[in-house]
């Protein structure tokens, strides 16, 4: 899980993520909102400062939050009042704290939120949906169900074309071998389009296709 550092001194930036660095978390830096749109995408958690130089902190939140409905939000601000810490907890932040922060209390928190920081995939079966570990949900077709679900029964195993052929109830001599490249390559885009995450399935040359990440069904 990747933490994204959102600092405007660059003083204060260094000391946390060379200190969360040294403990083993994988950190990435950025100094302003426009770094921070760079990057959200990655993020898993966010530690964000509330005075950016070219916006709010609020403001980032907000769009994480959005983008990223199951990441963890801390708002980190020298303004400790509680209009500030009520404003930044109802755009979405999940722990506002209070410079200077101990790094210690920081990690503490940090760990705490990484509990419940999904990092697997989830098929909901009743739905039909695929869930990326984000908690943005992709609707799914019959068939790409059909291909997700029997690729999740033993991730990171290979399966092959024709047993994904014969659970969509189709006869592998006739099937059109180019109607599941063409369902495959629609489904990856529709990942990247609507979660802004790429599907993790992996094409097995020789072997057919395996899920490469930690997938629940549900």
């Not at 403001?59 to 303004?79: E, K, M, N, V």
């Not at 209070?98 to 990484?114: C, Q």
């Not at 063409?182 to 885009?189: A, G, N, P, V």
Request: charged share 25%.
């Amino acid at each position: 899980m990747n933490i994204l550092l959102v600092e405007d001194s660059a003083e204060l930036r260094e000391e946390i993520s060379a200190f969360l660095s040294r403990r083993g978390w994988s950190v990435l830096c950025a100094g302003s909102l426009q770094e921070f749109e760079a990057l959200m995408d990655q993020a898993g958690l966010a530690i964000i400062d509330i005075m950016l130089p070219d916006g709010s902190g609020f403001d980032a939140i907000t769009r994480l939050r959005q983008a990223s409905p199951g990441a963890g939000i801390i708002a980190l601000s020298a303004r400790g009042s509680s209009d500030y810490v009520v404003q930044g907890l109802h755009d979405g932040a999940d722990h506002y704290l209070v410079k200077p922060v101990k790094l210690i209390e920081l990690e503490a928190v940090i760990v705490s939120l990484s509990r419940r920081v999904p990092t697997s995939w989830t098929l909901q079966s009743g739905a039909r949906q695929l869930i990326s570990p984000r908690g943005l949900a992709l609707q799914l077709s019959r068939n790409e169900f059909t291909l997700v679900q029997l690729l999740a029964e033993r991730p990171g195993v290979p399966v092959s074309r024709r047993a994904i052929v014969q659970a969509y109830g189709e006869q592998w001599l006739s099937y059109d071998q180019r109607r599941m490249d063409t369902l495959i390559s629609r489904l990856r885009k529709r990942c990247r389009d609507t979660l802004n995450d790429d599907l993790p399935l992996k094409t097995e040359h020789g072997e057919g296709y395996s899920f490469t990440a930690p997938i629940v069904v549900a």
